[in-house]
């Protein structure tokens, strides 16, 4: 079994900070890429950020300069700080994860994701 579990979602004013964090558990081998990806009612999941295992970092245009993707590969986690925050960014946010198991299956791996809502 692998699980993958968010913190440090809450509340935060415009222009606020927040720090999201997402540790892998279980028989993992091997942790390919990692990302986040958020999700408004009515609205298809989209994509944040990711980072892989080498440290190629992707961002959607619409948080670049505003939120930075980090790994440690030791550890299994992968954080996203979030800086400038705007109302528009207010979403569940949700870990991901390609992730190589015991037996060598691999998949995909999600969160059960964290709340982050701005506002005033």
């Known amino acids: 079994q692998v699980q993958l579990v968010e913190s440090g979602g809450g509340l935060v004013q415009p222009g606020g900070s927040l720090r999201l964090s997402c540790v892998a558990s279980?028989?993992?081998?091997?942790?390919?890429?990692m990302g986040w990806y958020r999700q408004t009612p009515g609205k298809q999941r989209e994509l944040v950020a990711t980072?892989?295992?080498?440290?190629?970092?992707n961002y959607v245009d619409s948080v670049k300069g505003r939120f930075t993707i980090s790994r440690h590969n030791a550890e299994n986690t992968v954080d996203l700080q979030m800086n400038s925050l705007k109302p528009e960014d207010t979403a569940v946010y949700y870990c991901?994860?390609?992730?190589?198991?015991?037996?060598?299956?691999?998949?995909?791996?999600w969160g059960q994701g964290t709340k982050v809502t701005v506002s005033s």
């Open positions: 991901n994860a390609d992730i190589l198991r015991v037996m060598g299956r691999r998949g995909d791996y």
């Open positions: 279980g028989s993992i081998i091997s942790i390919y890429a």
């Open positions: 980072i892989s295992r080498g440290g190629t970092i």
